[in-house]
């Protein structure tokens, strides 16, 4: 079930950081029109690594608040926070 729920929160995450990057490149397109295209393609394939950590962080943040046990141990997350 977390699985499902970080991965539609990838999904509507890469949407908006998509659109943040495409809103980018327009703008860069208006002054530097030359440039409007590869800033677009930057930003879109970075749009997908940059997205997976904000989705995690979400999704860790909002199973949390709803009282779910948060599994963290095989993606590494458990180093992020000490128990004590």
């Known amino acids: 079930m977390q699985a499902g729920i970080l991965l539609g929160i990838y999904v509507l ?3 908006l950081v998509q659109f943040i990057g ?13 440039a ?6 930057v930003l879109f394939m970075a749009a997908f690594g940059l997205a997976w950590p904000i989705a995690v962080r979400l999704a ?4 949390k608040q709803f009282g779910f046990e ?3 141990e095989q993606s590494g997350g458990a180093g992020r926070y000490r128990k004590s």
Do not use: C, K, R
């Open 13 to 15: 995450t890469t949407i």
């Open 60 to 63: 860790e943040w909002g199973l």
């Open 36 to 41: 409007g295209l590869m800033t677009f393609l």
């Open 70 to 72: 948060v599994e963290t």
């Open 22 to 34: 495409f809103m980018i490149s327009q703008a860069v397109s208006y002054q530097w029109p030359t």
